[in-house]
């Protein structure tokens, strides 16, 4: 399985420009797993991650997490998560997961130049109100002939096949590259968690988990390190590690995993930088520590911009060992920043 995108804190959907709210009541998400949930409660907000390093995709798999909090009212086209193509800014143009007909209904829209369209609502109802629900959405041939299925909590609940690029009469898109998490209107209140977008069937994911930093690694060479500055659970710019020389690393050790028997599909850093005009280093490198070296694989070297922005690293693979990751290798596993 080849990961897109993993992420369900507020760093991870800020290409918008609207900033999250985020809920660390466990109620609303998996605390084994995650560490808070994503919402908000203004009106209609899209929520949009960055692009995929991998690019544009037409055969892909979403799955996420959701918790309604409240409704008021017969809900009608209500997006929560969809996969959408950064080339639209923020139309949100692409496929979405929703619910309506006062909550009982998972259903499959499609938004475009047109508006929102309706493409498929679940024969039954499985929408999961004031308890997690888990979605499973498969998309194939994205474009003229896409075929569409939707799993909720584990049941295949919709099948559609059809046109994607161009949905009743207005343009759509011929592939994604972005997740995005709309927020619905303020009578509705939605929570999102464990966010994951790959190449394979996520059915059999146990569930993303985040390792939170715990502290200082074993090197820490950057001014303002403490952890605490830049491990909030709602991020923030205003106090961040930083260095203004080259081949520095910054460590950091983080939580443990939850004690349960998996396997490791990749593991996953999510960080914001910047790197201002007139700076020494011009790139930032995203990688693991082991006795004070910094190890780094494919693509871990990232050119933050001059302003804040997100940065995704995904590893398949352990940069310390060259080999797949062993459940074994997140004990005692430590972060490392390094400037280039």
Not at 136 to 147: I, N, Y
Not at 199 to 222: C, E, P
Not at 295 to 324: H, L, M, R, W
Request: include cysteine; hydrophobic fraction near 35%; proline fraction near 4%.
């Amino acid at each position: 399985m080849n990961i897109y995108f993993a992420g369900g804190e507020d760093i991870d959907f800020l290409q918008s420009g609207n900033a999250p709210t985020v809920t660390t009541n466990a109620r609303y998400f998996r605390s084994g797993y995650a560490r808070c949930a994503v919402g908000l409660t203004a009106n209609q907000c899209l929520l949009r991650s960055a692009p995929f390093a991998a690019g544009t995709q037409t055969n892909c798999w979403l799955t996420f997490r959701y918790y309604v909090t409240y409704m008021s009212g017969t809900p009608s086209g209500i997006m929560m998560c969809g996969l959408v193509n950064s080339a639209n800014g923020n139309s949100g143009y692409g496929l979405w997961i929703g619910f309506q007909n006062s909550g009982a209904q998972i259903t499959l829209y499609a938004n475009s130049s047109s508006g929102l369209t309706q493409l498929a609502v679940e024969p039954g109802s499985t929408f999961s109100y004031s308890t997690l629900g888990k979605i499973d959405l498969q998309v194939s041939s994205w474009g003229t002939s896409a075929t569409v299925n939707v799993y909720s909590n584990g049941s295949l609940v919709i099948t559609w096949t059809g046109n994607l690029s161009t949905v009743s009469g207005g343009t759509g898109i011929s592939n994604v590259d972005s997740v995005c998490v709309n927020i619905p209107a303020s009578i509705y209140e939605v929570y999102v968690s464990e966010v994951v977008v790959a190449d394979s069937d996520t059915r059999g994911l146990i569930g993303l988990q985040t390792l939170a930093l715990t502290g200082a690694g074993t090197t820490h060479a950057w001014t303002n390190n403490t952890y605490t500055n830049i491990n909030g659970t709602s991020y923030s710019d205003a106090s961040p590690a930083y260095t203004n020389s080259t081949a520095q690393d910054q460590e950091y050790t983080v939580t443990a995993p939850t004690p349960t028997v998996f396997s490791v599909i990749g593991v996953v850093q999510n960080a914001r930088a910047a790197i201002p005009a007139g700076s020494t280093p011009t790139h930032l490198k995203l990688g693991y520590g082991s006795s004070g070296t910094g190890y780094f694989g494919t693509g871990a070297q990232k050119s933050p911009t001059v302003g804040f922005a997100e940065y995704q690293q995904i590893d398949p693979t352990n940069p310390i060992t060259s080999a797949a990751w062993a459940q074994s290798d997140l004990t005692g596993l430590q972060l490392d920043m390094q400037s280039a």
